[in-house]
């Protein structure tokens, strides 16, 4: 690409050599300066506008929604990870170039909104391709996503619905028939009554709280107070419920663990609501791509605000997951009057993609925030007092729908301590539990050699399960005379290990790894690879395919074609079947027997092994961490190089740069 001829003040192939050197050394990727050349193509761009750009589309890639003009005017070198003086060589190849970097926020905005390539938020629009508002600059994109998000999401909070409280609590009491364990509230219940009342419910809360088994009794609940409907309004027979979450993956286990806890309730309930019968009529769980109507090769999809989904209420899984542009799409496709229910966890690690939407929508749900009206209703609807901590009398409209589950009915064991610990940044904890477990259900590696995750991965550790060679065991041992069941035992046992990473890069990382386990299989002639697809090979799809249905992040196990022996097929779970792709016809794909913890989210393994690098960098955080640990179901086992890096990691927050907390007031 040749530079853009630069007005006769400025000396900006000066400014791009040092964008490319830093490029060169890894420290920005390409589309970073890529941009900032674009948009020096497009007006007279002094280079504080440069500069700008070059770090919000940098940041873009790391998630965030916008740049924060305070952290131009400081220093922005943390957040990118950057130690070895690389703002200070940009800001001076800023003054060489013609002009210097403003000292302050103010100095910011002033430079930035008198180019012509950015609109200022309220002056005249000429959909120019950056935005500035107030104190942050966007690319329109995201603007436009996050005015979205923010706008619906407060119309949605303020919306109230009617509700009969006596008949809502002689309800609640038949659904919540176990009494709270903990002393306390029962969220669970003042969850269900706060989702009735409003048009927006959040529910969020750590692994095994009982998010699903609390919406499946919201659910019913919901069916049981439609009544007949009058006009505009559905009754209990047409009400239309949707079922959906970021993958595949988590979809099918939302729509079992709703359908079993539906099925048992229905029993316990008998001829009172016919809830087989209404449960029937839901179908199954999709993902949000499918559900919107996804279009091959184009941002847009078939539902949105002038074609809206055809739902009363849908309730969408792991909505910590969702990133700010589908969160927009979603709000946007949702009829006014649809209930939308979110369910996740606000201290997972936020989507891959730019936004923290659940975290900015649950930045106050420790504190609940519930004003006296809340209270009243909680109170009438489920005879639950919510206690003083957690009632304010200015808590917004936002925090009247968002209801926080305290109490985790599967992680109370060790697992579930040093969840809590990396949870409250408490390095000390995590390491006493680590070392401290007596019943064996942690491991930690400290010190560990490349050597011990290859054991790992192939043995397993006794006690806790045998890696990967338990699987490649039984596809060595072949079909039998059922093949379905087969590759739903391989797929069963291929789920009850895996390996997890914090980074992409380097030996230990995803792609070192990789290779190294898949070495080391060959080795142990668990494996015998042919190129690039073997008999037994794991793989994750990288990007939507909709020819062959399959989603980025789907897992497969890679087996012999049953009907031609020659070629080979990859399975892929799907609710309690499977389902198969010619593995030539899959085109993005990588290996998985190392997978990142980003996307593990929405899976569990009964051991999972977190492998952390030999030092600290810019992804390692605690959400990471958090996120890492709860993929565990029985067994969890750490590895670590460098011990100091698990405080290191625990001691840092990913905290991603979004306007939504302010526009929502949380
Ligand atoms: N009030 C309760 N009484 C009895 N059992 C409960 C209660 N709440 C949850 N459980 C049980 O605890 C387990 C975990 O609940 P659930 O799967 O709903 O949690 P979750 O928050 O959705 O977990 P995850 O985030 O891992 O999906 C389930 O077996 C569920 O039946």
Wanted: proline content about 6%; overall charge neutral.
């Amino acid at each position: 690409m040749t530079d853009p001829k630069p007005p006769a003040a400025l000396d900006l192939p000066a400014l791009f050599e040092t964008i490319d050197a830093l490029t060169e050394s890894g420290k920005l990727r390409r589309l970073a300066g890529a941009f900032a050349r674009f948009v020096a193509t497009l007006g007279h761009a002094p280079p504080p506008l440069l500069l700008a750009c070059l770090l919000l589309s940098e940041l873009e890639g790391r998630g965030h929604s916008c740049l924060v003009l305070a952290d131009m005017a400081g220093d922005p070198s943390p957040q990118l990870g950057w130690l070895d003086g690389e703002w200070a060589a940009l800001r001076a190849a800023a003054t060489r170039a013609g002009s210097a970097l403003p000292r302050n926020v103010n100095g910011w905005r002033v430079a930035l909104q008198g180019c012509e390539q950015v609109w200022p938020v309220g002056d005249l629009d000429f959909n120019q391709p950056l935005v500035l508002d107030g104190e942050r600059l966007y690319l329109r994109r995201y603007w436009r996503d996050e005015s979205t998000v923010a706008a619906s999401v407060q119309s949605r909070a303020l919306a109230e619905h009617a509700v009969d409280t006596a008949a809502v609590r002689g309800w609640l009491d038949r659904l919540f028939h176990h009494p709270v364990r903990e002393g306390g509230p029962d969220w669970q219940k003042i969850a269900c009554a706060a989702a009735l009342r409003g048009q927006l419910a959040v529910i969020t809360g750590g692994p095994g709280t009982g998010k699903t088994y609390t919406v499946a009794r919201l659910l019913a609940l919901l069916f049981a107070t439609a009544g007949e409907g009058v006009q505009g309004v559905p009754g209990v027979q047409n009400l239309r419920v949707a079922l959906a979450a970021p993958t595949g993956k988590a979809a099918a286990r939302l729509k079992q663990s709703i359908d079993a806890a539906l099925d048992e309730l229905a029993g316990k309930l008998g001829a009172d609501l016919p809830l087989r019968e209404l449960a029937g009529r839901m179908g199954g769980a999709r993902t949000l791509h499918s559900l919107l109507g996804a279009r091959p090769d184009t941002r847009s999809f078939v539902h949105n605000a002038g074609n809206p989904l055809e739902v009363d209420v849908l309730i969408v899984d792991e909505a910590s997951m969702v990133h700010l542009e589908m969160m927009a799409a979603l709000l946007a496709a949702l009829p006014p009057h649809a209930r939308l229910i979110l369910l996740g966890d606000k201290d997972q690690l936020a989507s891959v993609e730019a936004g923290a939407v659940l975290g900015d929508l649950c930045a106050q749900a420790e504190s609940g925030n519930y004003d006296a009206a809340t209270c009243d209703y909680v109170l009438a609807a489920t005879g639950e007092t919510i206690p003083a901590a957690f009632r304010e009398r200015d808590g917004g409209p936002l925090a009247q729908r968002i209801v926080m589950l305290r109490q985790s009915r599967r992680f109370g064991g060790p697992i579930g301590r040093l969840a809590l610990a990396v949870n409250r940044g408490d390095a000390d904890a995590a390491r006493d539990v680590l070392t401290g477990d007596s019943e064996r259900k942690l491991r930690w590696i400290e010190g560990a050699r490349p050597s011990d995750v290859l054991a790992l991965a192939v043995q397993g550790r006794p006690g806790a399960g045998t890696g990967y060679r338990d699987y490649l065991e039984l596809v060595r041992a072949g079909p039998g005379a059922d093949y379905e069941r087969w590759v739903r035992d391989v797929l069963h046992r291929f789920e009850q290990f895996r390996l997890l990473c914090a980074v992409r890069e380097g030996e230990w990382g995803v792609g070192g790894l990789n290779e190294a386990i898949e070495a080391k299989l060959e080795g142990a002639k668990l494996i015998r690879r042919r190129g690039e697809w073997y008999v037994g090979r794991p793989v994750m799809v990288t990007r939507n395919d909709y020819p062959t249905g399959v989603y980025n992040g789907d897992i497969g196990l890679t087996l012999p074609d049953p009907q031609r022996p020659d070629s080979l097929r990859v399975w892929f779970p799907d609710g309690e079947a499977v389902r198969s792709v010619l593995a030539t016809r899959l085109r993005n794909v990588e290996t998985a027997f190392a997978m990142t913890v980003h996307k593990s989210q929405g899976s569990e393994f009964l051991h999972t092994a977190m492998v952390l690098p030999p030092q600290a960098n810019a992804v390692l955080a605690r959400e990471l961490v958090y996120t890492g640990i709860t993929r565990a179901r029985e067994f969890f086992t750490l590895v670590s190089p460098n011990a100091a890096v698990l405080a290191q990691a625990i001691a840092e927050r990913t905290q991603r740069a979004s306007g939504l907390r302010q526009a929502l007031g949380t």
